[in-house]
């Protein structure tokens, strides 16, 4: 094989699920695709996240087998505190929108909020820059406020998602409880996780994703 094959594949393999025994969980940080029976799934680990879930179904059975759903946050009660402080910021922002992202600190085992420099700032868009990743603190939750708008998630954003994070949007900050849109970010691929948050947010109890 083509020496530069096998770096991709060493480095981004696809594993066929065990049928008959459990499959082993992803122990370093990094991605690998499951070839599974219902269709391709992904499973992702980061020092603040372990995933494993499917993200594309397969037209016919496949003679594999089908892992167990995981989905582990490393971060607890301190990302409802940041979410708060966030909420705050958008707030005192309007009718602009604002931006902000929450780093996974990997010493002190716990979020920290990182204000960015923004470039543009208006009604209906916000652009920003990206905290740089060290060897000991990863930026893993991105922020964005919409204003008087719904929170939702744009073809800008998109573009933008393709990624490993979590990233939320907070809209129509003049109201008590603005709205909330929110989505984990697999490698490009989305999940909805707007519930999810919503529940932390407001009543600061977690939901099933």
Not at 11 to 26: G, K, N, Q, Y
């Amino acid at each position: 094989m083509n020496a530069l094959d096998t770096n991709l594949q060493t480095l981004c393999p696809s594993i066929m699920v065990p049928r008959f025994e459990p499959l082993p969980d992803l122990q370093v940080c990094g991605h690998r695709f499951l070839v599974c029976k219902d269709g391709l799934w992904l499973e992702a680990r980061r020092s603040w996240l372990h995933a494993r879930l499917p993200v594309a179904p397969s037209p016919i059975p496949l003679p594999y087998g089908t892992p167990a759903v995981a989905l582990e946050f490393s971060f607890g009660h301190d990302l409802v505190t940041l979410l708060r402080r966030f909420v705050g910021e958008a707030k005192a922002a309007f009718p602009l929108e604002h931006a902000a992202w929450l780093v996974w600190n990997d010493v002190d085992k716990r979020l920290e909020y990182e204000s960015v420099r923004i470039h543009e700032q208006r009604g209906d868009h916000v652009r920003y820059d990206r905290p740089r990743d060290t060897a000991g603190k990863h930026a893993c939750v991105d922020l964005h406020s919409h204003g008087i708008y719904d929170a939702g998630f744009s073809a800008v954003d998109d573009t933008d998602d393709d990624d490993t994070k979590l990233a939320i949007v907070v809209g129509n900050c003049d109201r008590a409880n603005p709205t909330i849109a929110a989505r984990l970010c697999l490698q490009g691929t989305h999940h909805d996780f707007s519930e999810w948050v919503e529940q932390l947010l407001y009543t600061g109890h977690q939901v099933v994703a």
